[in-house]
C-alpha cells in the first residue's frame, strides 16, 4: 500500500521557520492536505490541495511540493504552533485515504 | 456552523461489539459522504471507512473489512458504524468526518470533524 514519510519530530525556535516533510512516491502528482492536531483535541485542516489555506489559517502556513515530496513550512512559528501535523494523498491503486505517520512540531 | 458529535464509545470485551453514532448539525446531511477515521493512543491517524450521500456505497480499510458496517439515516442526520468482534488493537479515538461531496474522489480532504469518541477494548 502507498506509504507517506514524515519525519517524528521537529525542534524550532520561536519567531523561526519550521519545515515538515512528507515523502512518498509520485506524491507531486497528488493532492497533498495537510492536519494540526493539538494534544486532546481532533485535527484541524492547515493546508488543502497542496499551497491553499481554509479561512480562519494564519498566512504563516503555507504548503509546496517538490518531486516526491510535499512540505509545510510554518513561517514565524509561535508556541501555539507546538502540535502534532499530518499530512494526507489519496491512494489511487487502492482508493483510499493515507495519512503519513506525523511529525511532532516542538517549539524550544 | 458545522458540527458532527460522535457517541457510543466505551469499554468492551475482546470479541464484542459497539455501535459509534454521530449526530450532525449545520449542513445537509444527505448530501455528503461521511468518514470515520480513527486514532490509537499515542498513535497516529488511520482512515477507517466512508459512505457514499445516499448510503448505496462503503469502502472500508483492510483492518476493519468484515467486521465494521457503517450505515447512515439521511432522515435523522446520524452517522452510524457498528463494530463487531473488536480486538485491543481497535482501541482508538474514533472521529466522524464529512466529505467533500456526494461521493468520495482523490481530491477529497477532510475540513469537518467531531470531537471523537474514544473505544476500549480490553478484558
Known amino acids: 500500500s502507498f506509504v507517506l514519510t514524515q519525519p517524528p519530530s521537529v525542534s524550532v525556535a520561536p519567531g523561526k521557520t519550521a519545515s515538515i516533510t512528507c515523502g512518498g512516491n509520485?506524491?507531486?502528482?497528488?493532492?497533498v492536505h495537510w492536519y494540526q492536531q493539538r494534544p486532546g483535541q481532533a485535527p484541524v485542516l492547515v493546508i488543502y490541495?497542496?499551497?491553499d489555506r481554509p479561512s480562519g489559517i494564519p498566512a504563516r502556513f503555507s504548503g509546496s511540493k517538490s518531486g516526491n515530496s510535499a512540505t509545510l513550512t510554518i513561517s514565524r512559528v509561535e508556541a501555539g504552533d507546538e502540535a502534532d501535523y499530518y499530512c494526507?494523498?489519496?491512494?489511487?491503486?487502492?482508493?483510499?485515504?493515507?495519512f503519513g505517520g506525523g511529525t511532532k512540531l516542538t517549539v524550544l | 456552523e458545522v458540527q458532527l458529535v460522535e457517541s457510543g464509545g466505551g469499554l468492551v470485551q475482546p470479541g464484542g461489539s459497539l455501535r459509534l453514532s454521530c449526530s450532525v448539525f449545520?449542513?445537509?446531511?444527505?448530501?455528503?459522504?461521511m468518514h470515520w477515521v480513527r486514532q490509537a493512543p499515542g498513535k497516529g491517524l488511520e482512515y477507517v471507512s466512508a459512505?457514499?450521500?445516499?448510503?448505496?456505497?462503503?469502502y472500508y480499510a483492510d483492518s476493519v473489512k468484515g467486521r465494521f458496517t457503517m450505515s447512515r439515516d439521511n432522515s435523522k442526520n446520524t452517522l452510524y458504524l457498528q463494530m463487531s468482534s473488536l480486538r485491543a488493537e481497535d482501541t482508538a479515538v474514533y472521529y466522524c468526518?464529512?466529505?467533500?461531496?456526494?461521493?468520495?474522489?482523490?481530491?477529497?480532504?477532510?475540513?469537518?470533524w467531531g470531537q471523537g469518541t474514544l473505544v476500549t477494548v480490553s478484558s
Open positions: 468526518v464529512r466529505g467533500l461531496n456526494d461521493f468520495w474522489s482523490g481530491e477529497d480532504y477532510f475540513e469537518y
Open positions: 449545520g449542513f445537509t446531511f444527505s448530501s455528503y459522504a
Open positions: 459512505i457514499s450521500s445516499n448510503g448505496g456505497s462503503t
Open positions: 509520485y506524491i507531486g502528482t497528488k493532492s
Open positions: 490541495y497542496g499551497f
Open positions: 494526507q494523498v489519496w491512494d489511487t491503486s487502492s482508493d483510499h485515504v493515507v
